[in-house]
């Protein structure tokens, strides 16, 4: 192998500027370098977990499809993972010479503002949207401001501001289309293909050159801090002030962004965002679609991974369960040696996973539905969006050509220590006619199969009651009803 | 050049002048990221970070105190106690001297703060308060309210009890009667803008404190017991805040106090600014009620007699909770003529941080206690709930009695209900709504009407004055300051429209500063509604003593009678000729007169008397109504709100673009507050919904699919408030009532609508389920 060469310092491109940092903190988070290093003090912090979008700035990084910006939490965003990407706050906006970027004119007036203080990150979260979609629907931009609180406004006059944005000005006239090139080839010079080592003993962050420098460094130090795409582990910083050092940064290597398809099987790499695997899998797998808006906000699907979402083990992550209804199968790599497991199997015990000490998670493959498989997921949460899971059922179902229940395979989160297979319930579908009675039958097994918990998401009793219901709503959707099954936002009123 | 040369002098109407639809003043601020709030002020070189320590029990003795890891860690220049506070350790804002700036020996909530680490960054304060060592005797301690006895259990204040005609005879005497419970939720501020003060120490004695505060008079006074020095050391600025809703009117003195304590003792500037989860832990949120209800009624549904009491969870301090829970009896009426009522207060001391204000002080809280007995009864009756809500309005001229002995002397909510009944199509799909529910399995509808009447004046009698300063510099541009405070309302707006309206200049004359108690001392919190009455009538009567002095000159000088000078669009009309404001201005000033006023108003005609229960206590009411219709999943008790309309009105309005805003985002906050905030505190007493990613505030996705909102373009005030507007900020609020009503109408349709769901708040989708199950089985039994 090629020897890996080292750079101590970090590039990457603050809105007009070049940046090189030789001195970064692994758990420096971009939110306090703007605001205190920078005295960028546009940018603020309302919650520091990457839940109120006060901070959101957008970063640009080439991929596959060129220069894409996304909404990212800065707050929870760090310093280290921006290697080679290009940074915009809101003070880079600007209009005409002299205006507001429209934007910017647009929330002004449509009274878009009232405290102004959520303000500049529903400026970069519609700033993001509108350079994708000019003239985006309501539904587009209720998913856009996900992950942007407002506690004044009631939102109204945002959403009106987002559909009058471009009467304000033309997309081709935007700084950030207009430098376009420009920035593409500034990024594309940052690219050297070298692995960034910056700091020493506590204070170590490391961003590998490639997968295979990746599975290398790891195994030369089997407890660093795996960090993709922070949306976890920047919490450990902000709230929990945990040490992360040292921390492998690993959300630009391309080798974990790719996702393919293969006769039938879609192989997501570890570092696949959310917002990146969206299109493939509202596509191929249509139930997954719903459920993906539902994860987090706009911000924290552009940042968030698959593979952190399932290396995390969190009872609560919203992937595994339909990934494991669906047969999904995990690889695990260790310097050059991999392994594939069932994905149900890496999940062993409240905070214990199938990982050893200097190996990670590489790739998810999760097979499409065969023809006639019918398959649904249902997330339950106080708020419909941007919240974290009560409960989570997931349910792939074959029928026999008499109408029984040839196969089943149910999982479900927010029910156990672990995400879980409901077994009982399988066992009592199994070989049945697919009939209410026989879900009704069935129901009365989730009881064996689950013992939930009372939280601040949800009782006990409320989790083994909507858990149940879940299975008798996903009767209701595969035996053909044309009554509506359950609530939606999206459809007409 | 100078901007005001521009002014247009042939205009026949200036530019934002009252009633006009103006752009927040900072709008251009807000979105370009440049509108300055504490946290992006320059810091003084050498500023010094504070980050408070937490109690770790929800009620206990310390025992022992080991700060000596904290004081050890990297960068920390001191740790307070409550011994170094110079002053008095009290910050208790009613002079009850229960909320002590620091814990000393005893810790009555999980989330007390105890010490106050300061160190050379935020980030060092922060992880040192992690190294103390606390040892706690833990006592017994009670977080909910549901147990305590709320005519025997401990009170942080003395109740209220408010009583018209014989309540208890007149529900025996009616032909039926029913009793109930209801639990409404308290509710996180959630203002974007954490809690921050920023103190910067000067000479001798003196100190100014950046705080972000409703209530700067307050936070200088306070910060004075606590360091024991006279107000007059102490100046209090706050440009704007990143919102405040109540939260900000008390909460805030605690970090200036602290700050001020160790920029005094160590010559630095010192700022904190918690954390969110600290924030959302350590300070008070909207009270929690348990109200029991008893009521009397005819087979029509006309009401007959009415007894509440309203239990409160205030936390371990009485902070506002006397007038809070005062509040909420003054609107358990709502819109609702009770012919007898006794209504009783119970401010119940727990061990969880002491509840505050919150957008409706108790007086939301009152309102869903009245139209759960509205529902209640519909229900006996087995009428729609709206139609018994308007058999038991206010007339009038009779039947317009409170409960308080004042008399309704401006109700308009016949009209502002019909209207909207009709504007809302609510028979229409009132029908709809039961076709659709008669052939829908598990999605069902729900639709409710309900209205709102809010009373306004602080019902502290003494809170009713303001102050303002203003200030004609010699090219004739203004200079406008007063003692109301900016946290996104548009307050500083109206307040500079009244002033540009007065003056007849354009508003771009009008500069608006920052509110400091340095300029207009002794003001009143921003609460209860009351900026733009008060601040803006404050504001008039400055300008006015300015314009009255120059009108007195030009009629001199120019040798006119009086009423022969007219202020015209940025000019001035003497007698026959025509000059630029700014002319008139500067020949003024070359005359020798005073370009400079205070100006100052007292709210007219209120008064109270608190042991009588009787007086008027509000100079007028502010109405308003809403209808939702929702949908709800009754497998799981998710819902969507389909539809809301809303016509509410603000008299002859300063600002229509303005309080658009203030009722859409009443309404959703309100919303938010009766359905998916819930703060759930677990069985050690820690409140456990303490960030964003735990309590849900709504979200865009969360407004209803259709939303309609109207200003009503045809009330007035009917007394002589600033340009016979009203005021807007709270009563908005309760509009989100509907939201609550159309959730336990859709759960009441799984039962024939033969059952009150009594369904709480918040209505999570657990307790909507609940609320569903528990009525699917009494029908069935």
């Not at chain 2, 829908?440 to 303001?466: C, D, E, M, W």
């Not at chain 2, 007195?552 to 202020?567: G, H, M, N, T």
Request: glycine share 8%; hydrophobic share 40%.
């Amino acid at each position: 192998m090629a020897k890996i060469k080292i750079r101590n310092e970090i590039h990457f491109i603050l809105n007009g500027r070049d940046v090189v940092l030789s001195s970064v903190a692994p758990d420096a988070t971009l939110l306090d370098w703007l605001r205190l290093d920078r005295s960028l003090r546009g940018t603020k912090e309302g919650c520091a977990e990457g839940d109120c979008g006060a901070c959101t700035v957008l970063v640009g990084k080439l991929s596959a499809a060129g220069l894409v910006y996304e909404s990212v939490n800065a707050c929870i965003r760090f310093l280290g993972s921006l290697d080679g990407a290009h940074v915009v706050t809101v003070e880079h906006l600007r209009g005409q010479p002299g205006q507001l970027h429209p934007v910017q004119q647009a929330m002004v007036d449509f009274h878009g503002s009232q405290c102004g203080f959520c303000t500049p990150g529903f400026v970069m979260s519609l700033y993001g949207l509108w350079m994708r979609s000019l003239e985006p629907s309501d539904a587009a931009i209720e998913k856009a401001l996900q992950g942007n609180l407002c506690r004044c406004t009631g939102y109204e006059a945002i959403v009106r501001a987002a559909h009058a944005i471009s009467s304000y000005g033309k997309a081709a006239k935007d700084p950030l289309a207009a430098e376009r090139k420009a920035i593409t080839a500034r990024l594309e010079a940052l690219r050297d293909g070298a692995r960034v080592e910056i700091g020493s003993a506590e204070a170590r962050l490391i961003v590998p050159a490639n997968v295979d420098d990746f599975a290398n460094v790891l195994e030369q130090e089997p407890g660093a801090t795996i960090v993709a795409g922070s949306t976890d582990v920047g919490l450990w910083v902000t709230k929990h002030m945990r040490d992360i050092s040292p921390a492998v940064f690993i959300g630009n290597l391309d080798g974990l962004c790719t996702i393919a398809e293969d006769k039938g099987v879609i192989s997501i790499g570890a570092g696949v965002t959310y917002t990146e695997a969206f299109s493939t899998l509202s596509k191929r797998i249509p139930a997954l679609g719903p459920l993906f808006d539902r994860i987090g906000g706009e911000q924290v699907r552009n940042m968030g991974t698959i593979g952190g979402n399932i290396a995390n083990g969190s009872p609560i992550g919203d992937t595994p369960p339909p990934l494991i209804a669906l047969g999904a199968r995990l690889t695990l790599r260790k310097g050059k040696k991999r392994r594939t497991i069932p994905l149900e199997t890496f999940f062993i015990a409240y905070g214990k996973q199938d990982r050893q000490p200097g190996e990670f998670v590489e790739a998810v493959h999760v097979p499409v539905p065969a023809k006639g498989e019918k398959f649904a997921v249902y997330k339950i949460t106080k708020r419909r969006d941007e919240d974290i899971t009560a409960a989570l059922g997931a349910f792939l179902l074959t029928l026999a050509k008499d109408g029984t229940v040839a196969d089943v395979r149910i999982a479900y989160g927010g029910m156990a220590a672990t995400p879980k297979r409901a077994s009982f319930v399988e066992r009592a579908l199994l070989g049945k006619p697919w009939t209410e009675e026989t879900v009704e039958t069935a129901m009365a097994q989730y009881a064996r199969d689950f013992t939930p918990l009372t939280d601040m998401r949800a009782s006990a009793e409320y989790r083994a009651l909507a858990a149940k219901n879940l299975l008798l709503r996903f009767f209701v959707e595969t035996s053909g009803t044309r009554a509506p099954f359950q609530v939606s936002r999206n459809e007409a009123a | 050049m100078n901007k005001h040369a521009t002014s247009n002098l042939k205009a026949e109407k200036i530019v934002g002048g009252v009633a006009t639809d103006q752009r927040h003043d900072s709008a251009h601020k807000h979105v370009s990221g440049t509108a300055v709030y504490i946290d992006d002020m320059p810091e003084p070189a050498g500023t010094l970070h504070g980050c408070l320590g937490l109690s770790a029990a929800a009620h206990a003795t310390i025992t022992r105190m080991d700060l000596s890891a904290v004081r050890a860690a990297s960068g920390v220049v001191d740790v307070l106690t409550a011994k170094d506070v110079p002053g008095e350790n009290d910050i208790s804002p009613t002079g009850r001297h229960d909320e002590p700036v620091l814990a000393d020996g005893k810790v009555e909530f999980f989330g007390q703060p105890i010490f106050c680490v300061i160190a050379e960054t935020r980030e060092q304060a922060r992880r040192a308060t992690r190294l103390a060592k606390v040892e706690y005797k833990e006592l017994p301690f009670v977080t909910d309210i549901g147990g305590l006895d709320p005519r025997k259990d401990k009170l942080v204040t003395p109740p209220l009890t408010l009583k018209r005609g014989d309540a208890a005879a007149a529900i025996k005497a009616a032909p039926r009667r029913l009793k109930g419970k209801m639990r409404v939720g308290g509710q996180e501020h959630f203002y974007l803008e954490g809690h921050i003060a920023m103190a910067v120490p000067g000479e001798d004695q003196d100190v100014t404190i950046y705080s972000s505060t409703q209530h700067p008079s307050e936070v200088q006074h306070m910060v004075s017991h606590a360091l024991g020095i006279p107000s007059n050391a102490i100046t209090v600025e706050i440009r704007r805040m990143g919102g405040g809703f109540g939260g900000k009117e008390t909460q805030g003195n605690q970090f200036a106090a602290l700050a001020a304590i160790a920029a005094k003792k160590h010559h630095r500037a010192v700022k904190i600014r918690p954390d969110r989860d600290d924030d959302m832990i350590a300070t008070g949120k909207r009270h929690d009620f348990l109200v029991d209800y008893e009521v009397g009624f005819d087979d029509e549904g006309n009401i007959l007699g009415v007894d509440f009491m309203f239990a409160a969870r205030c936390g371990f301090s009485s902070d506002l909770s006397g007038p809070v829970t005062d509040r909420a009896l003054f609107h358990c009426d709502n819109t609702y003529f009770w012919p007898a009522v006794h209504a009783q207060s119970a401010p119940l001391y727990t061990n969880t941080v002491s509840n505050t204000a919150f957008r409706g002080f108790g007086g939301p809280q009152g309102m869903v206690g009245a139209e759960r007995v509205i529902d209640e009864v519909a229900f006996a009756v087995g009428k729609d709930p709206l139609e018994i809500r308007k058999k038991n309005f206010y007339g009038t001229s009779d039947r317009n009695i409170t409960p308080y002995h004042q008399t309704v002397e401006d109700n308009i909510i016949q009209r502002i209900v019909t209207e909207l009944e009709e504007s809302a199509c609510y028979a229409r799909r009132r029908r709809e709504i039961s076709a659709f529910n008669a052939n829908s399995r598990f999605v069902k509808r729900g639709l409710a009407l309900t209205p709102v009447k809010f009373g306004i004046s602080f019902t502290a009698t003494h809170y009713n004055q303001a102050g303002a300063l203003v200030h004609v510099y010699t090219d004739g541009s203004v200079h406008l300051n007063h003692g109301g405070t900016e946290m996104g309302q548009g307050l500083y707006l109206k307040v500079a429209q009244v002033v540009a309206e007065e003056f007849q200049i354009d508003l771009d004359q009008v500069k608006i500063t920052a509110t400091t108690t340095g300029k207009v001392p002794n003001t009143s919190a921003t609460a209860a509604s009351s900026g733009s009455d008060l601040n803006g009538m404050a504001a008039q009567n400055g300008a006015r003593q300015i314009k009255d002095r120059l009108t007195d000159f030009a009629a001199e000088k120019y040798q006119v009678p009086r009423d022969q000078v007219l202020f015209l669009p940025n000019r001035v009309r003497i007698g026959n000729q025509e000059i630029a404001f700014a002319d008139l201005v500067k020949q003024a000033y070359m005359a020798r007169i005073q370009l400079s006023a205070a100006g100052f108003y007292k709210t007219p005609k209120i008064h109270w008397n608190r042991d009588k229960g009787e007086g008027r206590p509000f100079y007028y009411f502010a109405y308003g109504a809403s209808c939702s219709e929702v949908s709800v999943d009754t497998l799981t008790g998710e819902y969507v709100v389909e539809r809301t309309d809303i016509l509410h009105e603000t008299g002859r309005s300063l600002n229509r673009a303005i309080d658009l805003g203030q009722i859409e985002g009443g309404f959703i906050q309100g919303m938010g507050w009766l359905t998916t905030e819930e703060l759930w505190w677990d069985d050690k007493g820690r409140l456990r919904t303490h960030a964003p990613s735990t309590y849900k505030i709504p979200l865009a996705s969360d407004r209803p699919k259709i939303f309609n909102v109207t200003l009503a373009d045809w009330p007035e005030a009917s007394e002589p408030t600033i340009h016979r507007s009203k005021a807007v900020g709270e009563p908005p609020f309760p509009l989100g009532m509907s939201v609550l009503h159309a959730l336990s109408d859709a759960v009441a349709s799984v039962a024939d609508h033969r059952i009150c769901p009594r369904l709480d708040a918040p209505a999570t989708p657990e307790r909507v389920l609940m609320a569903i199950e528990r009525l699917k089985g009494e029908a069935k039994a």
